[in-house]
C-alpha cells in the first residue's frame, strides 16, 4: 500500500521548502512527503494505492491512474476538471502503471491558497507525492509557468496580479531526463518565437525544481 501528501507552495521564484510528517490509516502508513515552497501558493497533495479498481475502470495491462483536485472552497467546476485532466495526462506519461495492472493509483490535490500558478503547483506537489509514496517512475517531472506582459517581457511563476494583467499564461510539464515537453497549456495571444522563448525559459528553470527535488529526498531519507 502506497499512500503520501504533501504541501506546495509556489509563486514567482521564490525559494523553495520542504517538510515531512507521517499518518497512520488503518493497518498502512501514509507517509507524507515534502512541504514544496516557492511562495504563497499551497497544495495538499496525497496519493493512494494501488488499490482495488472498480471493474469499469479496470484496465487489463495497467494501473488505472485517477487524478482528484478540490478547490479551496465549494465543489469542483470546470476549471478544476480541466486541470486534473492536464495532471493525470502528465503523470501516465511517467508512471510505470504495467507494473500493477488492474489496479488504481489516486492523486489527491486539495487547494489551501491560490495565489497564482496553481497547476505548476498542483504538478509539483503530485510529483513529490508520487516520489515519496514509492511509485514506480521513469522519471521525474515539474510545472512551470511562464506569463507574458503587454510589451512581451517574460515572467516565471507569475502571481495571480500579474496573470491577469498579462497578455498570455503559458504553463509546461517538463520530465527530468531531457527535458522533454510532457504537457503544455496556454492562454492568451503569442507568437511563435514567443512560445519557443517561453518554453526555453521553462526548461532552465526546471532544473532548480529538479534539484530541489533531489536536495529535499536527500534529507527525507537521511533522517529516515
Known amino acids: 500500500f502506497w499512500g503520501a501528501a504533501a504541501v506546495s507552495l509556489q509563486r514567482s521564484a521564490h525559494p523553495l521548502l520542504c517538510y515531512v510528517a507521517h499518518v497512520t490509516v488503518g493497518l498502512a502508513q501514509n507517509f507524507l512527503p515534502e512541504w514544496t515552497l516557492l511562495g504563497d501558493t499551497s497544495v495538499l497533495a496525497g496519493v493512494y494505492g494501488p488499490a482495488e479498481v472498480k471493474v469499469s475502470k479496470e484496465i487489463f495491462n495497467k494501473a488505472t491512474l485517477e487524478v482528484i483536485l478540490r478547490p479551496k472552497i465549494g465543489l469542483p467546476g470546470v476549471a478544476e476538471k480541466s486541470r486534473e485532466r492536464l495532471i493525470r495526462n502528465t503523470c501516465e506519461a511517467v508512471v510505470l502503471g504495467t507494473l500493477h495492472p488492474r489496479t488504481s493509483i489516486t492523486v489527491v490535490l ?63 510539464a517538463l ?45 527525507r531519507y537521511s533522517k529516515s
Request: aromatic fraction near 6%.
Open 110 to 172: 486539495q487547494v489551501i491558497s491560490d495565489a497564482g500558478s496553481l497547476l505548476a503547483c498542483c504538478l509539483n506537489a503530485a510529483c513529490m507525492a508520487l516520489v515519496d509514496a514509492g511509485v514506480p517512475m521513469r522519471s521525474l517531472f515539474c510545472g512551470v509557468t511562464c506569463a507574458l506582459d503587454s510589451d512581451g517581457t517574460l515572467m516565471l511563476d507569475p502571481t495571480a496580479k500579474q496573470e491577469k494583467e498579462a497578455r498570455a499564461v503559458l504553463t509546461f
Open 175 to 219: 520530465d527530468s531526463v531531457e527535458r522533454k515537453l510532457l504537457m503544455s497549456t496556454t492562454k492568451g495571444l503569442y507568437s511563435d518565437a514567443e512560445l519557443q522563448q517561453c518554453l526555453a525559459a521553462a526548461q532552465a528553470a526546471s532544473q532548480h525544481v529538479f534539484r530541489f527535488y533531489r536536495e529535499s529526498l536527500q534529507r
